[in-house]
């Protein structure tokens, strides 16, 4: 308002906005241990501590790769991933070398979809990656 880029109607709006927010944030982190809990007992989900080495590794790529907050986070090493960021292949199913280099030496395998199927691992993994 200083600057005299904002009018009061405006400061209003934003004000209430970032209280919104603050509460928001307020109640989503209340419920975290509860969500965590949650998360425990889903069949075929295991939640673990992330290892010195992994987190690591993890701002390693978040800095080499331009990673979201959210993608920094990832032991057999497989996941889905349906987030493009971190798929080692493109959109036509070429290979991404700056990610497969990263991955393949680790033995971390991605798949493309939930039922773990696609792409197939091969036979081998991660003995002989491709």
Not at 19 to 25: A, G, K, L, R, S
Request: with cysteine; hydrophobic share 40%.
């Amino acid at each position: 308002m200083e600057a005299g880029k904002l009018t009061h109607a405006d400061r209003d709006v934003v004000i209430k906005a970032v209280d919104i927010f603050e509460t928001t944030v307020r109640e989503e982190l209340a419920t975290v241990d509860k969500t965590l809990s949650a998360l425990r007992t889903e069949p075929g989900l295991e939640v673990f501590a992330m290892s010195d080495s992994y987190l690591e590794l993890s701002v390693e790529m978040s800095f080499s790769l331009d990673l979201q907050a959210f993608d920094q986070a990832t032991a057999e090493l497989v996941f889905c991933e349906k987030d493009s960021d971190l798929q080692p292949w493109d959109k036509n199913g070429n290979r991404i070398v700056e990610l497969s280099e990263l991955y393949d030496p680790i033995g971390l395998w991605v798949y493309g979809d939930f039922d773990m199927e696609w792409p197939v691992r091969p036979s081998g993994w991660p003995d002989n990656p491709t």
